[in-house]
């Protein structure tokens, strides 16, 4: 809604969808729904369903001008993540886990707000922990800018993707996972090694 709100009257703006859902009939009537509230427009919405080969998701990639993402919460959001480190910049809030690689200089950062909540499976319901409500405001505005820099200052829409690509190098590189690694193991191995000498000592 945010995506046609900000682009009704504009045929070059496509908004492609990569989804992967139980049930494709379900979701798509489910979209058809709100394609007939949202009425008429001149944007494109392209919707692809289930995984997608290594070719053809690097189509995907190199397709897509911006990668968008208006979650409550991640994880680590891979996507994003792999898009970034082709130097595609994104539309993203900078909550949970991608407050990490997220930054103003690669993202155009979307608006988003805390709400408590409850653990997922936790029987109680017990309001323990929280995901982020995103402003549909500020993520059609930022659409919006998204646009006018990729068409009206190319140099500094390529800049936020050389940003885009350094900063998930920076947290995820192979070098620093690496190095992050192979600490943690060090450290493991010590722990485990004076443990078992305190033990051996005690009997």
């Not at 690097?58 to 968008?68: C, E, H, K, P």
């Not at 409550?72 to 993203?92: K, R, W």
């Not at 405001?137 to 659409?143: K, R, V």
């Amino acid at each position: 809604t945010a995506f046609f709100h900000a682009f009704r009257n504009d045929d070059d703006a496509t908004l492609v969808i990569k989804a992967v859902h139980h049930c494709i009939s379900s979701f798509i009537g489910t979209l058809n729904y709100l394609m007939q509230s949202i009425g008429p427009a001149r944007c494109r919405l392209v919707l692809l369903h289930g995984y997608l080969d290594d070719a053809d998701y690097r189509q995907l990639i190199d397709a897509s001008t911006w990668y968008v993402n208006a979650s409550l919460c991640e994880g680590g959001c891979l996507p994003l993540v792999e898009f970034m480190s082709t130097c595609t910049p994104a539309i993203a809030p900078d909550h949970t886990a991608m407050r990490d690689y997220v930054s103003a200089q690669s993202t155009l950062i979307v608006k988003s707000a805390p709400v408590a909540t409850n653990w997922p499976h936790d029987p109680r319901f017990v309001l323990r922990t929280s995901y982020y409500r995103i402003d549909w405001e500020s993520l059609s505005a930022q659409m919006c800018a998204a646009y006018e820099l990729a068409k009206t200052d190319v140099t500094a829409y390529h800049a936020m993707g050389v940003n885009a690509c350094d900063g998930v190098r920076r947290f995820y590189g192979g070098d620093i996972v690496e190095a992050s690694l192979r600490n943690f193991m060090q450290t493991a191995l010590a722990q485990h090694a004076g443990d078992k000498n305190i033990k051996m000592g005690d009997a």
